[in-house]
């Protein structure tokens, strides 16, 4: 088939960089881990289909996967992985048994690698999948069962739409067990409105998008004076999370948990987004509302928690833990485009080189929105109204 041009993330790199940092890991430079390689594609089986990658976002857990900070998971692929488990691409060729797509049709990806019994994914393509090679490369070669029809006409440039595939199923999820184990406790005939607490991040705001949507009252606590702001645009509060200093001490959680107070009439947060753990997740624990709802599908700031199971069990808390979607619910989530998902684009759209320069900034938190990567430089005819000038 021949060679395309694809980032990779090696073992030997991460070590290469931890080595000249001393392991001291808020010093990683993320693009000298990340690389630019190429791979031999296989040529498309009979139910696969050879895509044409025209965008794709920065995704967390390529930082995870260049830091090594959860688990080296490079070392545990063999050595090497080829990242990149969000994007947006041009069918170029379809497999005999292919009957959902054709040449030239728009597509994005879903990342779930291996759905259980009941279609929630035990791994995720390109990160934990064995064998999976991900989309941060120029074409790929992929089975039609990971590919849903690009919305086209939802009212979304293409960068926008570039943002969602991954972060938009996570959060559609997220808000579906979030809201339907708070419903458990309290039908809505007793509590129409929630309050609803996301904090930084692309699926947080996702999340809190959709509760809004839904009529009730949400508030994004985030470190980024800018990317509040956007959600201010959403009728979202925002809620300055460098005023409580990132939750460093017992008292910043305390003048945290007042303001949260302060804001719901006393009441609290009904439904908590989480996604970051560590500090966040006590901050996010204090400021629930009785019969809350912690979800949350990241560990980027701590793996573990702690809590007072008896304090939570008198609160009536409930915590829960999620993992992308099954592939209806990335569908399903799909639909939402538009309608409920309207993302944050970083400023910056990166050229396909710079990727690595796009996947450092992230890691220093420096975006001001979802960062997207401009992977073809010839965009087909059927998307070249939806590229902003
Ligand atoms: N399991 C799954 O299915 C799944 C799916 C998607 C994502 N994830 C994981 O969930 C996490 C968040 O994902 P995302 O896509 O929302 O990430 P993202 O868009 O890159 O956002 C990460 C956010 O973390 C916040 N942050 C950074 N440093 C912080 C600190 N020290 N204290 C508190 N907040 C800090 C920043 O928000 P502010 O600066 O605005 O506060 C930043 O915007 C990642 O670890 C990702 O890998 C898991």
Known sequence: MGKVKAFSISAEAIAAERKRVNDELDQV?????VALDTI?????????????VLAVSAEHNVDHAALADTVNIAE??????????????????VGANVTRFKAGDIVITHCNGEPDAFGYPMRIWAYDQPESIGWYAQEAVL??????PAPLDCGLNLWEMAALPLRAPTAYHLWRRGLGIFRIKVPRERL????VLGFGGGVSELFLMLA??????????SGNAERRAALEKHGITGIDQQAFNRFASR??????SKQVKKLTGGVGMHVVCDMLRGPVFNAG????????????AGWQLDKSIQYDSAGASVKQLTLDHTHLDTIFGCNAATELYGKVFKPTVHKEIYAFEDLPRAMHEMHQNTQTGIPIIRVAKDMPESVKGLVPA
Not at 78 to 92: D, M
Not at 287 to 294: D, P
Request: aromatic content about 6%.
């Open 29 to 33: 430079d993320i693009a000298r881990v």
């Open 40 to 52: 031999e594609l296989p040529d498309p089986g009979p139910s696969d289909v050879r895509m044409r």
């Open 76 to 93: 545990l692929r063999g050595g090497k992985i080829y990242p990149g488990n969000s994007a947006l691409g041009e069918v170029v060729e």
């Open 143 to 148: 089975g039609e069962w990971q590919l849903i």
């Open 192 to 195: 129409a409105t929630l309050n």
């Open 212 to 221: 809004k949507s839904e009529g009730h009252n949400a508030f994004f606590c």
């Open 251 to 256: 008292d910043d959680v305390k003048g945290f």
């Open 285 to 296: 624990l204090q400021a629930a509302a009785r019969e809350g709802v912690n979800v949350s």
